[in-house]
């Protein structure tokens, strides 16, 4: 008897060791819709968990005593967090190392890691903690991920960049936002495939400029209201008809969906100076830029919109009749990127991202006249910044569309940011127009790295932006740009420009257009051969850099806007183009014509769609094939795809 009783507890502990320690209990149903975050609340509301982002750390509050609890090591650029439904696990997208890491929340560390596609960025477990959803923002798919075994089962094609992701109460559906596409993507969580595309309608052209009017883009999030009738997605509108002004080219939209149609409802979005429209105490109208995150309230009568750009907390009062009743202007912090609400409705959370702080805002109840106020001291998030003051600063200011913070505004009247164009550092896919003609926003990829700025190369200095920041986005203009700056002025300028220059800010992407270990496809491979030998690209394409832009310097090795030899003529002139005299900065030195380009690295371009300077050409085939030159002119159709898959492989 006592043989058997020892052989059932050795098969037991057996049974035991081959069970991973971090199943959720699948018995515990959760019955609300959830959406991905950088900031989440527990159901009890006693604990806060932040994605520090730029941090690679998660942090635990305890709000009770609003204090933090511990700070977890996780890996590079966690984005967003989610929690199983018995939330006794984290899951941590951890967006540059290509993985999702698992925190137990009993013992307070990472237990495990799931591979994903690149750059996962929005993630939701399922409703009974089986499965976990990941969008891979540059792989354009969703996995799909046994939590039993933590592999992928499936992944789903689901387009271009897939930001965060948000689950049903029921669980049938998942709806994923792409970033820059103004599209929402629906998902049946049973078949496992893609249900409907959502298309954010573009706000028509006014007379007036300076109202709401544009594209759709920067798709931050999608949070479905308590009643789990409508969605709410935070995002702004770009106008590309008419010359970029700070008034006249970036507005702030709340979109709303109607869920059981997975419609849009047009009437009902949220725009400035219509549904967005506070006055203060001159009776102008507040402007507020950059919305990223919503939240509503418990009872689903009020929604509190934060924005990141201007640094404020929007108030709709959603029982009479759903426009703005309140600006909490300069919420305590720097670029609030999440926000989440107690049970009771009480108290909000606000994840100040640049300053890693929790900013806690009361928000007076639900009674229509209650007005939300910040009275206590925000909570510290982390023991260490993992960039210098300096970057972190340059960050800041990136980011920041506050008139009100720095040694000059960067933006008149808190319109716009450097990222209200560049989103999150990047490209913002769209076209805009300048005195110069249709220039397609580039990336900031490299931006430091490879030589000359601007599609004409018409800029050696990066303090030469202040051409941009006054001419663009209204800032500083009290500044003769012909001479030396103020060196607090001077500073922000030297602070944006180590930001852009670190390293660890923009890398190059990995390309999802190469064998799973890396190495080319054989279509690429002929495309090398090509692309250095009978293309010719390399003559412009060349060094690390794939760019001759760095050859542009005087005798010293200094880079400098006089030295026009590695300016080039392709033959993709756009008629709208316009030949400059220069700029003041310069003293006129660096004037241009419309058959002067400067050569664009190719690392990481087949991420930065569309090409060439106007953002004329649609795919890197078209832009191969519209240079005008005799190398290209001599390939067939055959030998262009294939240098084409070779340069979307570079990284």
């Known amino acids: 008897m006592k043989r058997w009783a020892l052989f059932l507890f050795i098969l037991f502990l057996a049974s035991c060791a081959k069970q991973p320690m971090f199943l959720s209990n699948e018995s515990v149903l959760r019955q609300v819709a959830v959406n991905s975050n950088n900031i989440v609340i527990n159901r009890a509301g006693d604990e806060l968990y932040v994605a520090n982002i730029d941090v690679p750390t998660v942090t635990i509050i305890d709000v009770?005593?609003?204090?933090?609890?511990?700070?977890?090591?996780?890996?590079r650029e966690p984005r967003q967090l989610t929690l199983s439904p018995?939330?006794?696990f984290l899951y941590v997208s951890c967006m540059y190392d290509h993985r999702v890491d698992i925190i137990s929340l009993k013992k307070q560390k990472v237990v495990g890691h799931i591979e994903t596609g690149i750059e996962p960025f929005g993630l939701v477990t399922s409703q009974d903690g089986r499965w976990l959803y990941v969008a891979n923002y540059r792989s354009g798919?969703?996995?799909i991920v046994d939590l039993q075994s933590r592999k992928v089962k499936k992944d789903i094609a689901i387009g271009h960049r897939p930001r965060t992701v948000t689950i049903t109460a029921d669980g049938k559906k998942l709806y994923v936002p792409h970033y820059l596409e103004g599209k929402i993507t629906v998902i049946d969580t049973q078949k496992e495939k893609v249900i409907k595309r959502i298309s954010l309608a573009p706000s028509p052209d006014q007379e007036d400029r300076k109202k709401s009017q544009g594209i759709p883009n920067t798709l931050e999030q999608f949070v479905i209201a308590p009643d789990g009738k409508k969605a709410y997605v935070p995002h702004l509108l770009t106008n590309i008809d008419t010359p970029i002004h700070f008034e006249e080219t970036i507005f702030p939209a709340i979109s709303v969906i109607r869920l059981d149609r997975d419609e849009e409802i047009l009437d009902e979005r949220k725009e400035?100076?219509?549904?967005i429209n506070v006055t203060d105490v001159k009776n102008e109208t507040m402007i507020?830029?950059?919305?990223y995150d919503i939240v509503f309230h418990p009872n689903g009568k009020k929604a509190y919109a934060i924005m990141s750009g201007s640094e404020d907390l929007v108030v709709f009062d959603l029982a009479r009749g759903g426009n703005a009743t309140q600006v909490l202007r300069r919420i305590q912090g720097d670029n609030p990127r999440g926000i989440v609400i107690s049970p009771d409705g009480e108290t909000l959370y606000i994840h100040q991202a640049m300053s890693h702080e929790i900013a806690i805002i009361k928000t007076g109840g639900e009674q229509t006249y209650a007005k939300a106020k910040q009275t206590e001291k925000n909570i510290s998030l982390i023991s260490k910044d993992s960039l210098s003051p300096l970057v972190r600063e340059g960050k800041k200011i990136f980011y920041s569309a506050n008139s009100d913070e720095y040694a000059a505004e960067i933006t008149k009247n808190n319109w716009m940011s450097c990222a209200s164009c560049h989103s999150d550092g990047d490209i913002n896919g769209l076209t805009l127009l300048t005195p110069k003609g249709p220039r397609?926003?580039?990336?900031?990829?490299?931006?430091?790295?490879t030589g000359l700025f601007m599609w004409d190369g018409s800029r050696d200095d990066f303090t030469d932006y202040i051409h941009t920041v006054q001419g663009e986005m209204g800032g500083m203009s009290q500044y003769d740009p012909g001479k030396p700056l103020p060196a607090d002025v001077q500073h922000?300028?030297?602070a944006l420009f180590a930001y852009l220059d670190d390293p660890n800010s923009f890398p190059v992407p990995k390309s999802p257009y190469r064998e799973k270990d890396g190495s080319l496809t054989s279509t690429a491979k002929k495309g090398e051969k090509l692309f250095f030998g009978k293309g010719n690209c390399v003559s412009c394409h060349g060094g690390i850099y794939f760019t001759d832009s760095v050859k542009a310097a005087d005798s010293n090795g200094k880079l400098t806007t006089a030295q026009t030899s590695f300016l080039h003529d392709i033959g993709t002139a756009n008629i709208l183009d316009r030949a400059s005299a220069g700029d003041a900065r310069a003293q006129f030195t660096n004037p241009r014509t419309p058959k002067q380009w400067d050569t664009p690295t190719l690392r990481g371009v087949w991420a930065t769609a569309p090409y060439l300077h106007d953002g004329s050409a649609e795919t890197i085939e078209e832009a191969i094939a519209r240079h005008h030159i005799e190398d290209v002119t001599l390939l067939n159709e055959q030998e262009i795809k294939q240098i084409a898959a070779y340069v979307r492989s570079l990284e």
């Open 440 to 449: 397609n926003v580039p990336s900031n990829i490299l931006t430091t790295k």
């Open 492 to 494: 922000m300028f030297d």
């Open 86 to 88: 018995d939330e006794q």
């Open 141 to 143: 798919t969703l996995s």
């Open 288 to 291: 507020v830029s950059n919305p």
């Open 64 to 75: 009770k005593t609003k204090k933090k609890k511990i700070e977890i090591p996780v890996g």
């Open 272 to 275: 400035l100076f219509e549904e």
